[in-house]
């Protein structure tokens, strides 16, 4: 019984950065690890970044260097920092909650486009 609400989503030029903030509240006390995916036009939806209850975290090659998953345990909020945006990161983005279940986010359009 999680629910996840994000923010942050909207149009970029390329190079540029964006932020995005997802917000956990319900039943939060066993949550064992959060995740980025996105799900550009026309593709499925692929994990971007995680982070476990340890601290540790992973991110797919194409972000690599670029973005960074980060936490803030006394809000309860996974925020994923994008910098050097590309054409290609345009995608509906989507924040998740592994419990015993997974829970998602509504999801938020992220655009980079000239």
């Known amino acids: 019984q999680v629910q996840l609400v994000e923010s942050g989503g909207g149009l970029v030029q390329p190079g540029g950065s964006l932020g995005l903030s997802c917000a956990a509240s319900g039943s939060i006390f066993s949550i064992n690890a959060m995740a980025w995916y996105r799900q550009p036009p026309g593709k499925q939806r692929e994990l971007v970044a995680r982070?476990?209850?340890?601290?540790?975290?992973n991110y797919a090659d194409s972000v690599k260097g670029r973005f960074t998953i980060s936490r803030d345990n006394a809000k309860n909020t996974v925020y994923l920092q994008m910098n050097s945006l590309k054409p290609e990161d345009t995608a509906v983005y989507y924040c998740?909650?592994?419990?015993?279940?997974?829970?998602w986010g509504q999801g938020t359009q992220v655009t980079v486009s000239s």
């Open positions: 998740f909650a592994l419990q015993e279940y997974g829970y």
């Open positions: 982070i476990f209850r340890g601290g540790s975290t």
